[in-house]
Nanobody
Framework: QVQTAESGGGLVQAGGSLRLSCAAS????????MGWFRQAPGKEREFVAA????????DYADSVKGRFTISRDNAKNTVSLQMNSLKPEDTAVYYC???????????????WGQGTQVTVSS
């Protein structure tokens, strides 16, 4: 099972950039697809981006496509999310998790980390 610890969040002005990192533990890390999710105040947690175990396939929510880039380093057990052209509506707590595909969806499994807060001011 993969356990995660997210970092890299902060306060940034609209149009700015942040790079989130996810440190994953567990020898099976390189076997799993990984995903980023976010939860804004008063809203349900939503999918942001996912990457296959090899890194060869990526997928993004329409709301972040073209602005966010997910990547992974299996040698270091890390997953990153580069976020550019940030908008106030990107404000949320961001989480990473191992994921499985079900149809066109990416479903997280295992436990959630503590997340990292991203706040975008207008």
């Amino acid at each position: 099972q993969v356990q995660t610890a997210e970092s890299g969040g902060g306060l940034v002005q609209a149009g700015g950039s942040l790079r989130l990192s996810c440190a994953a533990s567990g020898r099976a890390f390189s076997m799993y697809a990984m995903g980023w999710f976010r939860q804004a105040p008063g809203k349900e947690r939503e999918f942001v981006a996912a990457i296959s175990w090899s890194g060869g396939t990526t997928d993004y929510a329409d709301s972040v496509k073209g602005r966010f880039t997910i990547s992974r380093d299996n040698a270091k057990n890390t997953v990153s999310l580069q976020m550019n052209s940030l908008k106030p509506e990107d404000t949320a707590v961001y989480y990473c998790a191992a994921v499985r595909t079900k149809g066109t969806s990416w479903n997280p499994f295992g436990s959630w980390g503590q997340g990292t807060q991203v706040t975008v001011s207008s």
